[in-house]
């Protein structure tokens, strides 16, 4: 996958670094992102990574078709107001995925039968839930 015009900021950065430990290679260049993931494998996500930003919820739903499982810490960034991740899980759910977790950490488990189609109404308005659920049912 090759994507163009990527800002060079931290956040892109951190993604790039979880992407990396999953073994995907990665080249970031020019603002010019190149990523190469079909060698990549299942671990649950670092937390000293991925607790440090908000997008790295946004591995569970491809995590999820992939491996059927994701494991991650309550993602982080910036504080600017209320940011629950209830409507992420409530679509999870929707889609047939089982739904764990803690104080400290977030495990989703796809069931043997796989996910299920399900015509979802989001209890909220939530750009970052609604493409992670794509991302899942997709």
């Known amino acids: 996958m090759v994507l163009h015009n990527i800002p060079d900021i931290g956040d892109v ?12 290679q990665v080249s970031f260049e020019n603002n010019t992102l190149k990523v190469e993931s079909s060698q990549a494998v ?3 996500l670092p937390a000293e990574i991925a607790s ?3 997008g790295s919820l946004l591995f569970a739903g491809p995590m999820l078709v992939r491996f059927g499982k994701c494991e991650l810490p309550y993602p982080g960034g910036c504080v600017i107001g209320k940011r629950p991740i209830d409507s992420h899980l409530y679509g999870f759910e929707a889609l047939g995925v089982v739904v764990d977790h803690t104080d400290t950490c977030i495990r989703l488990t796809v069931p043997k039968g ?7 109404r989001m209890r909220e308005l939530s750009v970052t ?4 659920v794509l991302m899942a049912a997709v």
């Not at 796989?114 to 979802?120: A, E, V």
């Open 13 to 24: 950065r951190a993604m790039i670094s979880i992407l990396q430990y999953l073994g995907a």
């Open 42 to 44: 299942y671990k649950p």
């Open 52 to 54: 440090k930003i908000r």
């Open 114 to 120: 796989g996910m299920k189609g399900n015509l979802i």
């Open 129 to 132: 839930a609604t493409e992670n």
